[in-house]
Antibody
Framework: QITLKESGPTLLKPTQTLTLTCTLSGFSFSTSGVGVGWVRQAPGNALEWLAIIYWDDDVRTRPSLGSRLTVTKDMSKNQVVLTLTSMDPSDTGTYFC????????????WGQGILVTVSS | SYVLTQPPSVSVAPGETAQITCGGHNIGGVSVHWYQQKSGQAPLLVMGYDADRPSGIPERFSGSNSGSTATLTISRVEVGDEADYYCQVYHSDGDHVVFGRGTKLTVL
């Protein structure tokens, strides 16, 4: 059974840096085609893709976030880490990590999400 | 960047068929994935690779994709199907992963 769980701060002040950890279990990140993505959702809004890191360390990030966003993986800890700098109230939302498998091609398992609020 | 267009809302009565569309330039040339998101929950993949149904998803859910429109069809709609539905594709340029804006399915 594939499980993912997000952890990190739930309240940040503007300009601070967000670091979220996605702890993985139940799958091998060395399998070709597998990836872990990050998706956020502002309150009442649609899903917004942020980034994905693949089994081969290929990382794709949302171009509009530029150098603010980085994603890394630490397989010794079975974790994927998202870092988003210069947080703004517009970054408030629920952040999900999700497993991208190859059988179905989409994000077939999701974490429960973590609500991050940016406020002074 | 690639844009996926979904109707904001679809309403059907229980037992009827709901069709949720996802429009995009030549979308028939790429695979489309569909997610169901109920209030307060994480999204759930209900259709992969246009028409592959994950285990545990009822056969009432089906998908198609051709030309400029992909469609998620829910037959014999139940009250429990009420949710937001999102389509998603992978794209080579710009945003690598693209979600539609979502369609709210209301079961009257």
């Amino acid at each position: 059974q594939i499980t993912l769980k997000e952890s990190g701060p739930t309240l940040l002040k503007p300009t601070q840096t967000l670091t979220l950890t996605c702890t993985l279990s139940g799958f091998s990140f060395s399998t070709s085609g597998v990836g872990v993505g990050w998706v956020r959702q502002a309150p009442g809004n649609a899903l917004e893709w942020l980034a994905i890191i693949y089994w081969d360390d290929d990382v794709r990030t949302r171009p509009s976030l530029g150098s603010r966003l980085t994603v890394t993986k630490d397989m010794s800890k079975n974790q994927v880490v998202l870092t988003l700098t210069s947080m703004d109230p517009s970054d408030t939302g629920t952040y999900f990590c999700a497993h991208r498998g190859t059988e179905l091609g989409g994000f077939d398992s999701w974490g429960q999400g973590i609500l991050v609020t940016v406020s002074s | 960047s690639y844009v996926l267009t979904q109707p904001p809302s679809v309403s059907v009565a229980p037992g009827e068929t709901a069709q949720i569309t996802c429009g995009g330039h030549n979308i028939g040339g790429v695979s489309v994935h569909w997610y169901q998101q109920k209030s307060g929950q994480a999204p759930l993949l209900v259709m992969g690779y246009d028409a592959d149904r994950p285990s545990g998803i009822p056969e009432r859910f089906s998908g198609s994709n051709s030309g400029s429109t992909a469609t998620l069809t829910i037959s014999r709609v139940e009250v429990g199907d009420e949710a937001d539905y999102y389509c998603q594709v992978y794209h080579s340029d710009g945003d690598h992963v693209v979600f539609g804006r979502g369609t709210k399915l209301t079961v009257l």
